[in-house]
Nanobody, 122 residues
Framework: QVQLVESGGNLVQPGGSLRLSCAAS????????MAWYRQAPGKQRELVAT???????NYADSVKGRFTISRDNAKNAVYLQMNNLKPDDTAAYYC????????????????WGQGTQVTVSS
């Protein structure tokens, strides 16, 4: 069974920075695309950024130029560097990985982390 664990969420002032991390653990798996999503209270979960196995990235318009997604394939990890944070960035942040394993029949299946809270407030 593959597990994703996020870390790095915190309370930060507007204009500040945070770096979120997410690492996958388990046996006998590989990961295709990895992504970060976020969900604010009373709102739907929204896509923040994605990174493919080859390193191609994509961002929501609201975070372009402020957030950077990256991954370390050797560590099965994905990161989100968040700069110039705004109060609207306040949300629970979730990582998602498209995992191939014997459990999934080697077809990519989405796995989610438990979430880490980011609060931007003065």
């Amino acid at each position: 069974q593959v597990q994703l664990v996020e870390s790095g969420g915190n309370l930060v002032q507007p204009g500040g920075s945070l770096r979120l991390s997410c690492a996958a653990s388990g046996k006998g798996f590989s990961i295709d695309t990895m992504a970060w999503y976020r969900q604010a209270p009373g709102k739907q979960r929204e896509l923040v950024a994605t990174v493919t196995l080859s390193g191609t990235t994509n961002y929501a318009d609201s975070v372009k130029g402020r957030f950077t997604i990256s991954r370390d394939n050797a560590k099965n990890a994905v990161y989100l560097q968040m700069n110039n944070l705004k109060p609207d960035d306040t949300a629970a942040y979730y990582c998602k990985a498209d995992v191939r394993s014997s459990d999934t029949g080697w077809i990519p299946r989405p796995y989610w982390g438990q979430g880490t809270q980011v609060t931007v407030s003065s």
